[in-house]
């Protein structure tokens, strides 16, 4: 891509950008798929074919053609990439997290919902609360990585919460359980929330600013927990 115009981003060395057109284009990859974004329909119809004879070996049973998807909604990752709307993207995994919840109601059969992921106790742990089963504890893991995967991309609401139960994969107790039963049903009553990122003229120019936090006392083994 350098040979041809294209210049990294210093801040993420998975996107590429050039001026064509007097406009930009944005290339953005993450491993073999990669996101093309011109204002001109001619420059992303170039650019695809600049990767077809780029990179394209076409095998005799047909595979190694390169599949190209267009349109403003896209799915992916067990995301939906919503670009209808002029200035913004809304991004949501309502599949996502109904497969979630869905495959949990074998463990809760509620159909409780939850205003809020996590309670005021979340941090607190108590050392005599009883030990989850073996097969309770794989379930919690796999709930907290599932939710993990969520709350990177679509769902950052349940963040401090999943930073949380994610401390505790490896000897989960009974109070954690129901921490992560208040979680799933938060989720339960918001499946249908998205992620909508939008800007303007005026907050392009403005600095953006972001505060990560790191507690040292939380828990009674002195850990860090970041939040």
């Known amino acids: 891509l350098l040979i041809i115009g294209f210049e990294l981003n210093p801040y993420d060395p998975c996107v590429a950008n050039k001026m064509v057109g007097g406009s930009q284009m944005m290339l953005c990859w993450h491993?073999?798929?990669?996101?093309i974004s011109h204002k001109e329909v001619y420059a992303v119809d170039d650019m695809i074919l600049w990767l077809r004879h780029k990179y394209e070996v076409i095998m005799s049973?047909?595979?190694?053609?390169?599949?190209?998807?267009?349109?403003?909604?896209?799915?992916?990752?067990?995301?939906?990439?919503?670009f209808l709307v002029l200035g913004e993207v809304k991004i949501d995994m309502v599949q996502y997290i109904e497969s979630m919840v869905n495959d949990f109601h074998a463990f809760d059969?509620?159909?409780?919902?939850?205003?809020?992921?996590?309670?005021?106790?979340?941090?607190q742990v108590r050392d005599d609360a009883p030990k989850l089963s073996e097969k309770l504890a794989r379930v919690f893991h796999n709930?907290?990585?599932?939710?993990?995967?969520?709350?990177?991309?679509?769902?950052?609401?349940?963040?401090?919460?999943?930073?949380?139960l994610t401390t505790r994969v490896r000897e989960p107790d009974e109070d954690d359980w129901k921490?992560?039963?208040?979680?799933?049903?938060?989720?339960?009553?918001?499946?249908?929330?998205?992620?909508?990122?939008?800007?303007?003229?005026?907050?392009?120019?403005?600095?953006?600013?972001?505060?990560?936090?790191?507690?040292?006392?939380?828990?009674?083994?002195?850990?860090?927990q970041t939040g």
Do not use: Q
């Open 31 to 35: 491993v073999d798929d990669m996101k």
């Open 61 to 82: 049973d047909g595979e190694g053609k390169m599949t190209v998807r267009r349109g403003k909604v896209h799915d992916y990752l067990g995301m939906t990439l919503n």
């Open 109 to 123: 059969e509620s159909d409780k919902t939850a205003l809020t992921p996590a309670a005021e106790h979340l941090f």
């Open 143 to 164: 709930f907290a990585a599932r939710g993990l995967f969520a709350t990177k991309r679509a769902r950052p609401g349940i963040h401090t919460a999943i930073a949380f």
């Open 179 to 224: 921490k992560l039963c208040r979680m799933m049903r938060y989720l339960r009553g918001t499946k249908n929330l998205a992620l909508t990122l939008s800007g303007d003229e005026a907050s392009i120019i403005k600095d953006v600013e972001w505060w990560i936090d790191g507690a040292h006392t939380v828990h009674s083994n002195m850990c860090s």
